[in-house]
């Protein structure tokens, strides 16, 4: 994992991103006891990342919007679910309580398509 998000004199690893091909995939090792694995579903394309259990969601799902090349709307324009329900950003992840490889779905808020 290359390093990065310098925050207070402390670094966080970056999350590594899995290859095209390993979206149906567990990680090849196990994750680290203060990460899990999400897969956000953009658009209907996986994006498969290690995040960190410290993090708000916010961060995990502005680093799979911007892998996916959906940086170019404001964050609110955008909700997540999972399992049906709208899930808030500001938490932090371990809040979540997701299992490994939990599939959060981010999509533009109804009425916010085309503008």
């Known amino acids: 994992m290359k390093e990065s998000y310098e925050q207070g004199g402390q670094i966080e690893k970056e999350p590594r991103e899995l290859k095209k091909g390993e979206e149906g995939q567990k990680p090849d090792h196990?994750?680290?006891?203060?990460e899990v694995c999400l897969v956000f579903i953009v658009n209907g394309s996986p994006h498969k990342m290690e995040a960190?259990?410290?993090w708000h969601l916010r961060k995990a799902v502005e680093i799979a919007l911007k892998a996916t090349g959906n940086e170019g709307r404001p964050l609110s324009d955008w909700s997540v679910k999972w399992q049906n329900q709208a899930l808030d950003i500001n938490k932090k992840i371990e809040e979540f309580h997701f299992p490994e490889c939990a599939e959060l779905f981010l999509?533009?808020?109804?009425g916010q398509g085309g503008q």
């Not at 196990?30 to 203060?34: L, W």
């Not at 999509?107 to 109804?110: F, G, H, P, R, V």
């Open 30 to 34: 196990p994750p680290k006891e203060k």
């Open 52 to 54: 960190r259990l410290e």
């Open 107 to 110: 999509s533009l808020n109804a």
